[in-house]
């Protein structure tokens, strides 16, 4: 439950909020009631627009977190994940299809919308507490490749579905629209490799994908919000909580071997990341030694803690 306190001497009130141990201090008319709890639904001043909003928080004190690309391979863990821990979340699912949200189990808290449409993903993001944003382009290989005849295989990207628009506009779209609900926190997952333009990433499908991944990045940072930006190394689809991770920034971690990461290992770090103040306004590269090399980390305020780049 969030509070916010008034006394009739004071023209200031304390705001408590979800997932960090800070107090803030709200400018506030002395005349409004002197002590008051307040629950999803139920008005408050918010100072920033200089009128009446609305709590973002269940009334059972829960956070309320959103994930996008809820349907996609760590989407499905994180959504998992959160809806295993129901003492502390309350999830939220965004699919881009039908066909999206029945292949999660189809429940109501999982909401369709297109990302690169604002205005339709609006619904989802109303009331929410944190977002964690895990939506991406995804080339598709050209048909005819024969791996028997050497070579490389050509990747395109569909119509509208390339990076500028999913991984730009619809990253923006989602970050805008989380802001004007008053959500809390919003954590990005990316991918190592954006300091080098000439990636090879970059040249799949000619989508440039890297470059427009970190512009959406960097808007993000610009934006106010508090947020944790997540630069993943290469996805492993393995059981995660057996590796110690690693965080580095620039894409060092790029020059060593150790440049992978499970997809279960986002996840947790993505959760995580929402309830551990060290974690906030910070972007760090992600990878992880091999299984059975160093010590399974289970200490995330210490991991966070060794990041001191805030992009």
Known sequence: MTRILFTPSSSTATHKCWGSNLVNTIPFSAAILQDTSI????????PRKGRISVVAMSGSGKGTVLVTGASGRTGQIVY???KERTDQYVAR???RTPDGKKKIGGADDVYVGDIR??????PAVEGIDGLIILTSAVPKMKPGFDPSQGGRPEFYFEDGSFPEQVDWIGQKNQIDAAKAAGVKQIVLVGSMGGTDPNHPLNSLGNGNILV??????QYLADSGVPY????????QDKDGGVRELLVGKDDELLKTETRTITRADVAEVCIQALNIEEAKFKAFDLASNPEGSGTPTTDFKSLFSQITTRF
């Open 212 to 217: 427009w991944k970190r512009k959406a990045e």
């Open 117 to 122: 449409d604002k205005e339709s993903i609006v």
């Open 228 to 235: 944790t930006i997540i630069r993943a190394g290469g996805l």
């Open 80 to 82: 998992q994940k959160l």
């Open 39 to 46: 629950s999803s639904g139920v008005p408050f001043f918010n």
């Open 93 to 95: 699912g965004l699919v």
